[in-house]
């Protein structure tokens, strides 16, 4: 039996993990013990405390006709690990990378990936002697 299905990453999740609050799909059946066990051995940290919570399936609508369907409900757990351990799934990893443009002005460019793979970067201070309307965002990505 798979306990653990998947990470649910969120925004409230990823503020959540910030203070040692993991969250994670599992399956229905899975007890308390059994998800504290799991996760302990899957990501090497010592887990506290496990909460779980049963999410309901909503109903959608569907567009052209004039029916509804029932989605299925998960089983969610809120896993509490110890203090200063972290799950590496849930970090962020922040670059900053200093570039030169073509009159070899220095541009600060601060470089952030996020979970699912795209690049975000933006610019943080353009050359000494720019305005400040040239201070822009850029995002780039698949």
Do not use: W
Not at 61 to 75: D, E, I, L, T
């Amino acid at each position: 039996m798979i306990i653990l299905k998947r990470p649910i990453i969120t925004e409230k999740s990823m503020k959540l993990a910030q203070s040692g609050l993991y969250t994670f799909e599992v399956d229905k059946n899975a007890t308390k013990p059994e998800i504290a066990k799991k996760v302990a051995e899957k990501f090497n940290v010592k887990v506290v405390e496990v909460n779980t919570v049963n999410v309901r399936g909503r109903v959608k609508a569907q567009r052209r006709v004039r029916k509804s369907y029932q989605q299925s409900g998960f089983k969610k757990a809120i896993v509490h690990v110890g203090k200063g351990q972290t799950i590496a799934i849930f970090e962020t990893p922040k670059e900053e990378v200093t570039v030169t443009t073509g009159e070899g002005e220095p541009i600060r460019l601060k470089e952030k990936k996020d979970i699912l793979g795209r690049t975000k970067v933006k610019v943080e201070k353009s050359a000494v002697g720019a305005a400040p309307t040239t201070q822009r965002k850029v995002i780039t990505g698949k």
